[in-house]
């Protein structure tokens, strides 16, 4: 009888302590000014998808805000601030990620009433039209490839208010970037597709986007254009992340209509991890 009491009372305590893991907060890192990803008044997409991952763990968010994105892993995950970052690349050594959530890639974005034959870095056209990339990413990689970098140089600053990346953190305008195809500033843009998504969507000019294909250096380096997308936590916390990976085999279906209404066309995660080099796509490094 003792040994049956004894039982019960550590089923009991044990599940007082499940619950009380439940219904502690998920402390999320989010940038407060990273649209369309993240904002402190909630309206990126992530802000959604971290409230339903929460909703679906039984539990609430609690956004814990950086001014400066690079620093979400450094000073939020590695420091306790917080325990979990949605939008890292799946490959990201830095933490333990789950399986992508989903996967995307760069695109070629024209205006549709031009109908330029844009497919890869080898079209015609991109030797003559007016090109936009945002720097520190595999476009601009390509962009010195095809011989263009040059006479695209002062627009590339342009989109970061002309000021140096050295030593700081400069906020790319994609925004910018996808009216100025719109108005006819520039002819073809090169953009990650979930960072430019909502305004190409509502955009007044209708535009065009295509998948930009995998290419190569001319030494033969791979420049990679197409992520799978993951949720972090911090190395070792292994049972966050079971938690987090069981909520997200759920959530899928949620997900994939947050993306759509976003404007994301998602494309199906690989298996395989691909490094992610040149890439500026997920949470930055400082």
Not at 164 to 193: H, P, Q, T
Not at 206 to 215: G, I, S
Not at 257 to 284: C, D, F, K, N, Y
């Amino acid at each position: 009888m003792n040994k049956l009491k004894l039982a019960g009372a550590l089923a009991a305590v044990l599940l007082a302590g499940a619950q009380a893991q439940a219904a502690q907060p998920l402390r999320v890192c989010a940038a407060d000014n990273d649209l369309p990803y993240t904002h402190s008044s909630g309206q990126g997409f992530e802000d959604r998808l971290a409230g339903l991952l929460a909703e679906s763990m039984g539990t609430t968010v609690e956004r814990v805000g950086f001014g400066d994105p690079r620093y979400l892993v450094r000073d939020g995950i590695d420091k306790g601030a917080c325990d979990v970052v949605l939008g890292v690349d799946t490959s990201d050594p830095r933490l333990q990620t789950t399986s992508a959530y989903y996967r995307s890639s760069y695109v070629f974005i024209t205006r549709a009433k031009d109908r330029l034959d844009v497919r890869d870095w080898s079209s015609p056209v991109l030797k003559t039209a007016r090109l936009g990339v945002i720097p520190a990413t595999p476009a601009e990689a390509m962009l010195r490839q095809i011989g263009r970098h040059a006479d695209s140089f002062r627009y590339l600053m342009s989109l970061g208010g002309n000021k140096s990346m050295r030593n700081r953190f400069v906020r790319y305008d994609v925004e910018k970037l996808v009216n100025d195809v719109a108005s006819g500033e520039i002819d073809v843009a090169v953009a990650w597709a979930p960072a430019v998504a909502r305004y190409v969507k509502a955009s007044k000019e209708p535009l065009a986007t295509v998948p930009v294909p995998d290419a190569r250096r001319a030494d033969g380096e791979p420049v990679v254009f197409s992520y799978d997308t993951s949720i972090g936590v911090k190395k070792g916390n292994t049972a966050l992340h079971a938690r987090i990976e069981t909520a997200l085999q759920a959530l899928r279906p949620r997900f994939e209509q947050v993306l759509a209404q976003e404007g994301i066309t998602a494309l199906t995660p690989q298996a395989s991890r691909v490094a992610a080099s040149h890439a500026s796509h997920g949470v930055p490094q400082p």
